[in-house]
């Protein structure tokens, strides 16, 4: 079982800043992918940020050039830097991460969720 706490969202302004962080801990052998979704209010949940093993990242379209995604390898740690936020940005976060368990299955997580929300 692994298990993913996420920390960091809150209300911000409009081009303010917020980080979020992820921290995955349990039976993990190795990680493909860790990253973060968002479900904003009455839509579906969309990608936001992704980065593979070898330090490949994706991002939507709506987030290039704002959001950064990174990694803390030795910690299971996957973070990400959002700057000058929008009220579009306006949803709940989850992240994810895509890993082998020590029986060799590979199995996605998902972490509780954590409210962003861009208002003035």
């Known amino acids: 079982q692994v298990q993913l706490v996420e920390s960091g969202g809150g209300l911000v302004q409009p081009g303010g800043s917020l980080r979020l962080s992820c921290s995955a801990s349990?039976?993990?052998?190795?990680?493909?992918?860790m990253g973060w979704y968002r479900q904003p209010p009455g839509k579906e949940r969309e990608l936001v940020a992704s980065?593979?093993?070898?330090?490949?990242?994706n991002y939507a379209d709506s987030v290039k050039g704002r959001f950064t995604i990174s990694r803390d390898n030795a910690k299971n740690t996957v973070y990400l830097q959002m700057n000058s936020l929008q009220p579009g940005d306006t949803a709940v976060y989850y992240c994810y991460v895509d890993y082998v368990d020590y029986g060799r299955y590979r199995t996605t997580s998902w972490g509780q969720g954590t409210q962003v929300t861009v208002s003035s």
């Open positions: 349990g039976s993990i052998f190795s990680i493909n992918a």
């Open positions: 980065i593979i093993s070898g330090g490949r990242t």
